[in-house]
């Protein structure tokens, strides 16, 4: 993004995963996220494994497993699972409301399903994902391939822009073998709303606001850390 600087936002990011790792317990089953903020939360929560913490894992997607389990985190099926003691991941956008745009990893169907789960479910961020209104982040909708275009006139219906996500010139397919719609709305006065429209749409598997499902967002900004709950 233009204006932020990386390395910065990676400082803010890391400080924010170590105040979060710092919150979980032994004999807890902590929900992993995906993405770039998420990554130091595990990196850091592998470093608590090796002095002796003992928990289990659910991982929100197959990079996520994969590193987990290179980093000696014990991971369980998601499906086995009836709760999750507490979950950390990032967001693209937050409110101090605790909405969330998630979703631009493309795991934003599993990672609702552990913010579901979650008891305590906790958002990472960096200082640049807050804003007033969500919005500027497009919304991710995660589809299922032979409804994409009824999705497409419903989206359209709703004053959604969508364009079908593609990575490395080739449609982007999620890991549950579906495609991701990112759709722009414009800035979001009643994000609720929306979440509810989307909800009833068939063949939409899952969109990227994130209503009522957070605990707290956890961000840094510079040496600071802000807590929102």
Not at 57 to 66: C, D, H, P
């Amino acid at each position: 993004m233009e204006g932020i600087d990386k390395n910065k936002q990676d400082q803010e990011k890391l400080a924010a995963a170590k105040a979060a790792v710092q919150l979980v317990n032994d004999n807890d089953v902590v929900g992993l996220g995906t993405g770039s903020t998420a990554t130091f939360a595990i990196k850091e929560l592998a470093k608590r494994i090796q002095a002796g913490l003992k928990i289990k894992a659910a991982a929100s997607s197959v990079k996520t497993e994969e590193l987990a389990l290179s980093l000696g985190i014990p991971i369980l099926k998601l499906e086995t699972l009836g709760s999750i003691d507490i979950s950390i991941d990032g967001a693209d956008e937050f409110t101090e409301s605790l909405n969330l745009i998630k979703g631009g990893g493309g795991a934003l169907f599993r990672e609702k399903i552990i913010a579901s789960l979650s008891k305590n479910s906790i958002i990472i961020t960096d200082s640049s994902k807050k804003v007033d209104r969500l919005g500027a982040f497009t919304v991710p909708v995660e589809v299922v391939p032979l409804a994409l275009q009824y999705v497409l006139n419903q989206l359209a219906a709703l004053n959604g822009k969508a364009v079908l996500r593609k990575k490395d010139e080739m449609t982007f397919i999620s890991d549950n073998g579906n495609y991701i719609v990112d759709v722009d709305f414009g800035l979001l006065d009643k994000p609720e709303k929306l979440a509810l429209a989307l909800n009833q749409i068939d063949g939409l598997l899952a969109h990227g606001l994130f209503i009522g499902l957070t605990s707290s967002v956890i961000m840094a900004e510079g040496d600071k850390i802000l807590v929102f709950e």
